[in-house]
């Protein structure tokens, strides 16, 4: 069973569309990431929620808005697509434990290409 | 702000060598977690370890070894006798819990490790 799953694995679209990317997991935990892997490789934290609660937004422009109708549930659409937007989004997830920090799981994946 | 480096960008080896995968960090927090992760080129990000900031024993795991000194912020990662398998871009981070739920992971900009047969 797939701990972290997202959908699609690959993405391919046209400068200007919108489109979504979805992530569930099953392993009980309630904290949802999304990342971005630019071209060379460096990984950087875009949004966290907490119990369907928004925690951290990193300064990413306000066409990507991250939804979580649900714990085990984070996605995120992507208005407008840019050039720029190309990239790999990673779901992760993790147990929030206060004062301590729990490794994150990350699903697989989605390779997001703009033409 | 908290800040991970990994000044190695790519390393080359050939199989059977031992291989170490440097990491340094900066954090003004006392509290903190660093983690290792696995990228290999089929693209998934692999957990490897956690260590706490009071925990500076060393450990081992099969063929992996993780080298923790605060002393000099360093978290080391060394492969012995490294395998092809173990091929893969790998990424040190950093986390300072003592925010809370804003707590986030920062990562290094990774190590491109290539083992040769």
């Known amino acids: 069973d797939t701990a972290v799953s997202q959908t699609p694995k690959y993405l391919v679209t046209q400068m200007g569309n919108d489109k979504s990317i979805k992530c569930e997991q099953n392993?009980?935990?309630?904290?949802m990431y999304w990342y971005k892997q630019d071209s060379k490789k460096f990984l950087k934290i875009m949004f966290s929620y907490n119990n369907k609660e928004l925690i951290i937004n990193e300064t990413v422009p306000n066409r990507f808005s991250p939804k979580s109708p649900d714990k085990a549930h984070l996605n995120l659409h992507i208005n407008s697509l840019e050039l720029g937007d190309s990239a790999v989004y990673f779901c992760?997830?993790?147990?929030?434990?206060?004062?301590?920090?729990?490794?994150?799981?990350f699903g697989p994946g989605t390779r997001l290409t703009v033409l | 702000a908290q800040k991970v480096t990994q000044a190695q960008t790519e390393i080359s080896v050939v199989e059977k060598e031992d291989v170490t995968l440097d990491c340094v960090y900066e954090t003004r927090d006392t509290t903190y977690y660093l983690f290792w992760y696995k990228q290999p080129p089929s693209g998934e990000l692999v957990f490897l370890i956690r260590?706490?900031?009071?925990?500076?024993q060393n450990e081992i795991s099969g063929r992996y070894s993780w080298n923790f000194q605060k002393s000099t912020s360093s978290f080391n990662f060394t492969i012995t006798a490294s395998q092809v398998v173990d091929s893969a871009v790998y990424f040190c981070?950093?986390?300072?819990?003592?925010?809370?739920?804003?707590?986030?992971?920062?990562f290094g900009k990774g190590i491109t490790l290539s083992v040769r047969p």
């Open positions: 392993l009980g935990h309630d904290t």
């Open positions: 260590r706490n900031s009071f925990d500076e």
């Open positions: 981070a950093l986390s300072e819990p003592g925010t809370g739920a804003n707590s986030k992971l920062t």
């Open positions: 992760a997830s993790s147990q929030y434990q206060g004062y301590s920090y729990n490794e994150q799981f």
